[in-house]
């Protein structure tokens, strides 16, 4: 190669990290963005940590009167043995909204749940509209009745703040557990003795104490979350090996997503030198120097890629041994790196010879740059949704940021190096459109 | 009357640069459509099922699987959706096609009925918030379906107890019926919970998951800042270009200038405002005229805080480059903290803290106030009354910091 | 093309769109010579540089440098060169010292021999001191002369400067005409482009003047202002609109051309002292008093004035 392509290139790297501005936003804004939700997200680990759900605030209502079916001074002395021997404690079974106080007060709830309980219902309704409380449980007066006597309804009120999903939805479901855990017992009460009175068999009070009985020593899955009938596990081949999870599962899909994003700006703010050293005389002042019009744009050229090889690099490890992200085997992640290096740098080129002055470059560093970029980069949004994912796969991969992060997903993913090499295969398509028509323009322009 | 003038010789030159028209309507528009879209902010108008979908293959064949799909179709969560003999339910879950799938293997209903039951296998992400909602669902009907599987066979042995069967058939009958009715029983079950919102707004509950809700507030807020660009801009060019300097030779006074650039800011963040709230009124169906009085009150201090911002901007900022470094890291610095993007509720109580030190904070609770809690004019003047408190600040240290040589 | 030419243009046509920017220039530039383009703003000057400098390639005609075609053979004729362009075209964020070294090593120096050089040039252009200083804090001179300094790195056989006294102040364009006087005693050809008459006047050997594209004259100063011979320049300013009296004036013997440019009027006379006393009774008859008059020995303006009937500078 000849030297004053090098010479070239190096001069416009010690040009731009010399720049506040080409460094901020070539390493500062993307570290910044990750960095904010590695903080947000409780961002004090690495891969191992877990994503903490933060703590819901749920006050309770227990309007419950009990039960005089279940109240300790109701049973059989026997009954009421057995229900110990059953690890039910006769004095509180009468009452099930105790019962279910309980349960949320527990220790394994309590890093989820912070749990007060308040007598006044209009209080407790004013507290939730007033954003102090995020869920308001209000158990009815005939709850243990409900549970206890054939016939009976009741229905628990979930009263929350209507802007919040996670701590609502939480709730829910843990309370709808234990009810349902009730519910099913109550069934199954009601079916046994539905059935033996329809088969003639006469119905009394140690006749249903024996069904229940039975019921509660029969192995109740209901309601847990230990069921043998499910045994749940991520999916292998596609996804298998996901190196993040927690924290780092969260972190990865957005640090990628900005160093896609950052790496498209530095692409095209690089190759804008192109204009600015026109307008400024100096790139025709090369021209008068002894070198062919290929060796310097040549040199241009890679100066583009050479700083966003160091962008690259940096934001990589960056976020390899701050974040913890773990990127994917080594020979994939070289692929995707050099992709999109290649892909970043060849873009910049191709958009900047579309314009006339670098004036210009404000459009398409705000407009053209920021939408492709958001729309390349939306599967970082999406993560959550699989019917959003599903037009996002199709949508990103109109622009040229879509592939470069598909690339970035599948090598985090440890997915099939075939598939990688698809959409590798289709980054390099892009590249080669991007510098045969970039190169072409900017040649005729300068010829 | 000076400071009128200079604000309207700010604006033409703002409005003349393209990419304030990109900044100011077209990106904001653009990037609340793609959140909210993504979100499924269209879904109560839409014809689609908008629950997330559950892949199943039946290889058991059996009613117990069968059972389950009735029960997950129940679901206001979740949508089974069949597998056919090609799908892979694993590449599926991966590439997010499903949010969960489950297999039940051969031989699972029989089993059930047994004491050594055969785990079906549920293949989730779990943890993504649509994996544990996936997981959730299933394990809640396969409890309910194992429930009921206790009740029929409790029946069985209750009948045992006083009676006797004649032979297996009948006992089979029994177990059946028992099975049935208690599975009859799930469908409208004795004890149920129920959620209701606390609100008074005019908007129908349904509507309450709009994801508009929280990404029109967000890019407001966000696209605000972000609009800023220009209009600093152009105070660090009048300084640069002279023209300041040549302001001070006539008769307007220093106070009269930073008050166009001020009021120039403040026009330019409203417009955008109101564009873009009669956009969300009319097209993504958020009542922000609920509550007129409110959100005008939210309005304005958002308009004001945003214009004190770009006066500081204007004023710190030496060049056109630091302008756009200085604006863009506050953008994504306030509106990241301040839940823009990701609602505070899914942080810690520190982190939503330290949020609320991010004026976006106060404009996407003054906005959600509105259109998700029916708030009035009184609930409003607290976030008002802080986004006025940030302005009152930023004019201090601009004011004190703006330099005329 | 004869042995001793340092530069040879022969037909140079080069237009844009509808604007014919050069139209059938042909000179010759002698080996060690300083030689002058002068011309007003437009006429084509930085148009002829560029194709000599090998940055435009011309529409029709061919041109030497140092022997090299530069169409056919650039990369030769542009390592003969040092092209001083007219707009600073310096690297603002690296210093004086980083600027040299990289433009040295686009001329082709490298390691020992482009320091010692760029030692060289800091000497020549007084920036020893400063070569550590970010170009962007320099002043216009300074800058100056660093655009200058970058144009000697290659010890250049052929100078090319276009218009580097434009928008100075008058103690540094002093200090950059004795620098080239400096160079070309030294021995470099220098092609100097300018629309300043005195610079053309003071440094020439020969001068070429360029008006809207032509070449409308060609020669050493001397043979210049013999076109308009012996005659003297006289200036005019009149207290009523000219009109009035010009046709008179035409009228009367030794009065060569009369031209009105911005209200005053030009006039080239065979002998001021005659033609005065004339100039003022025709005036008086047509009830117009002279109100200023200016006289001036032939000179290049004077020339230009002759062969285009405008100013210079205008």
């Known amino acids: 190669m000849n030297m004053q392509v090098l010479d070239i290139a190096l001069k416009d790297l010690r040009q731009s990290f010399r720049s506040f501005f080409a460094l901020a936003f070539m390493f500062g804004v993307p570290i910044l963005v990750t960095g904010m939700f590695y903080f947000m997200f409780g961002g004090g680990g690495g891969e191992d940590e877990g994503f903490n759900l933060p703590r819901t605030f749920l006050s309770v209502v227990n309007l419950d009167q009990g039960s005089q079916d279940l109240s300790g001074s109701g049973l059989s002395p026997e009954f009421a043995n057995r229900l110990t021997q059953a690890g039910i404690d006769p004095a509180s079974a009468g009452s099930m909204g105790e019962v279910l106080l309980d349960f949320l007060r527990s220790d394994s709830l309590a890093e989820i749940l912070e749990v007060s309980i308040v007598p006044d219902e209009a209080s407790a309704r004013k507290a939730v509209e007033s954003g102090e409380v995020d869920v308001l449980l209000v158990i009815p007066e005939n709850f243990s009745q409900a549970v206890t006597t054939p016939g009976v309804r009741a229905s628990l009120e979930l009263y929350q703040d209507p802007a919040l999903t996670l701590g609502p939805g939480i709730v829910k479901s843990i309370v709808s557990q234990f009810i349902d855990g009730l519910a099913g017992t109550k069934i199954g009460i009601e079916v046994v003795l539905g059935q033996l009175t329809q088969a003639g068999v006469p119905i009394d009070g140690s006749l249903v104490e024996e069904v229940l009985l039975g019921f509660l020593a029969a192995p109740d899955q209901s309601g847990s979350e230990d069921s043998q009938l499910l045994v749940a596990r991520g999916p292998v081949g596609g996804g298998q090996a996901r190196g993040n999870s927690g924290l780092a599962g969260i972190l990865g899909p957005i640090m990628g997503g900005m160093m896609v994003l950052y790496a498209f700006f530095t692409g095209a703010a690089s190759a804008q030198t192109i204009l600015t050293e026109a307008e400024k005389g100096t790139l025709p002042r090369l021209f008068t120097t002894p070198n062919p019009q290929a060796t310097i744009l040549t040199g241009k050229y890679l100066s583009v890629f050479l700083i966003l090889s160091v962008q690259v690099t940096v934001l990589l490890l960056f976020a390899r041994y701050v974040f913890g992200i773990y990127w994917g085997q080594p020979l994939p992640v070289l692929l995707v790196a050099l992709g999109l290096i290649l892909l970043a740098s060849t873009c910049g080129l191709f958009l900047i010879s579309f314009l006339k002055n670098s004036r210009q470059a404000g459009v398409v560093f705000g407009g053209v740059l920021t939408f492709s970029g958001m729309i390349g980069i939306m599967s970082v949004f999406t993560a959550s949704s699989p019917a959003a994912s599903g037009v996002t796969d199709v949508v990103s991969l109109f622009v040229p940021q879509g592939w470069s992060m598909r690339t970035v997903e599948l090598a985090m993913g440890s997915a099939p190096i075939q598939e990688l090499l698809i959409f590798l295969g289709g980054v390099l398509v892009w590249s080669w459109v991007f510098f045969g028509v970039g190169i072409l323009r900017l040649r005729r322009r300068f010829e | 009357m000076r400071a009128i003038d200079l604000a309207y010789n700010d604006l033409l030159q703002i409005l003349r640069d393209k990419q304030t028209a990109l900044f100011l309507v077209i990106m904001p528009v653009a990037f609340t459509l793609l959140f909210g879209f993504l979100f499924g902010g269209f879904s109560a108008r839409t014809e689609e099922d908008p629950r997330l979908p559950i892949g199943y293959l039946d290889q058991d064949g059996g009613a117990m699987a069968d059972q389950l799909i009735r029960f997950l179709e129940a679901s206001t969560a979740v949508r089974p959706v069949n597998l056919g003999e090609g799908d892979d339910p694993d590449e599926m879950v991966a590439q997010e096609d499903l949010a969960g799938a489950v297999i039940f293997p051969a031989g699972f209903s029989a089993a059930l009925k047994g004491e050594q039951p055969i785990s079906a296998t549920v293949i989730v992400e779990e943890g993504t918030p649509a994996g544990m909602t996936a997981l959730g669902e299933i394990r809640a009907g396969l409890n309910r379906l194992q429930s009921a599987v206790r009740a029929a066979q409790q029946a069985v042995l209750a009948y045992e107890n006083e009676l006797a069967f004649q032979d297996d058939s009948s006992r089979r009958r029994y177990y059946d019926e028992a099975f049935n009715k208690a599975v009859s029983a799930w469908v409208d079950p004795p004890l149920a919970v129920e959620t209701r919102m606390a609100r008074a707004s005019t908007q129908p509950a349904q509507e309450l998951d709009n994801a508009f809700a929280h990404s029109s507030p967000g890019m407001m807020a966000q696209f605000a800042i972000a609009g800023l660009i220009g209009a600093a801009g152009v105070i660090v060019q009048e300084r640069k270009q002279g023209a300041l300097s040549r302001l001070l030779t006539t008769s307007i006074s220093r106070g009269e200038i930073i008050l166009g650039h001020f009021l120039a800011m403040a026009a330019m963040v409203f417009t955008q405002f109101a564009l873009l709230i009669v956009f969300g009124q009319l097209f993504l169906r958020l009542d922000y005229f609920s509550q007129p009085w409110a959100t005008l009150a939210i309005t304005v201090a958002a308009v004001l805080f945003a214009a004190s911002l770009g006066l500081l901007l204007g004023t710190l900022a030496k060049t056109e480059d630091q302008v756009v470094i200085f604006t863009l890291v506050p953008m994504f610095v306030l509106s990241g903290l301040g839940g823009a993007w990701v609602p505070l509720e899914f942080t810690s109580r520190t982190v939503q803290t330290i949020g609320h030190f991010s004026p976006v904070a106060w404009i996407m609770d003054g906005y959600k106030n509105i259109l998700l809690r029916g708030a009035g004019l009184t609930e409003s003047l607290l976030p008002a009354g802080i986004l006025l408190g940030f302005t009152a600040l930023f004019v201090v240290l601009s004011v004190w910091r703006f330099k005329f040589e | ?314």
């Open chain 3, 1 to 314: 093309m004869s042995d001793e030419s340092a530069i040879s243009a022969r037909g140079l046509y080069k237009s844009f769109g509808d604007i014919q920017a050069v139209a059938d220039v042909s000179f010759e530039v002698r080996a060690g010579e300083i030689f002058s383009l002068l011309g007003p703003n437009g006429a084509g000057k930085t148009t002829t540089i560029s194709i000599l400098s090998c940055l435009l390639k011309p529409d029709r005609g061919e041109a030497w440098v140092m022997g090299h075609s530069v169409l056919a053979e650039s990369q030769k004729a542009k390592a003969q060169m040092g092209v001083v362009p007219q707009e600073i075209a310096l690297y603002e964020d690296l210093s004086a010292r980083e600027n040299l070294v990289f433009w040295g090593k686009m001329y082709g120096l490298r390691g020992a021999a482009l320091n010692s050089r760029v030692n060289e040039v800091l000497e020549v252009i007084g920036l020893t001191e400063r070569d550590s200083g970010r170009v962007g804090k320099f002043s216009g001179g300074m800058k100056r002369r660093l655009n200058i300094g970058i144009a000697l790195l290659n010890r250049p056989r052929l100078l090319i400067m276009d218009e580097p006294t434009v928008g100075i102040d008058p103690q540094s364009r002093r200090n950059i005409l004795d620098s080239v006087k400096a160079l070309n005693r030294a021995g470099a050809t220098v092609l100097y482009t300018t629309h300043y008459m005195e610079e053309a006047q003071e440094l020439s050997d020969h001068i070429a003047i360029l008006d809207h594209g032509k070449l409308i004259a060609y020669g050493s100063h001397e043979e210049l202002v013999r076109i308009v011979g012996e005659l003297d320049r006289m200036v005019l300013t009149l207290s009523a609109e000219p009109d009035r009296v010009v046709s008179a004036w035409r009228d009367i013997s030794g009065v060569r051309q009369v031209d009105i440019e911005n209200g005053a009027v030009h006039l080239l006379v065979e002998d001021s002292n005659q033609a005065l006393p004339a100039l003022i009774e025709a005036a008086g008859r047509a009830g117009v008093r002279v109100t200023s008059i200016q006289i001036q020995e032939p000179n290049l303006e004077a020339v230009f004035l002759h062969l285009t009937g405008r100013a210079l500078r205008d």
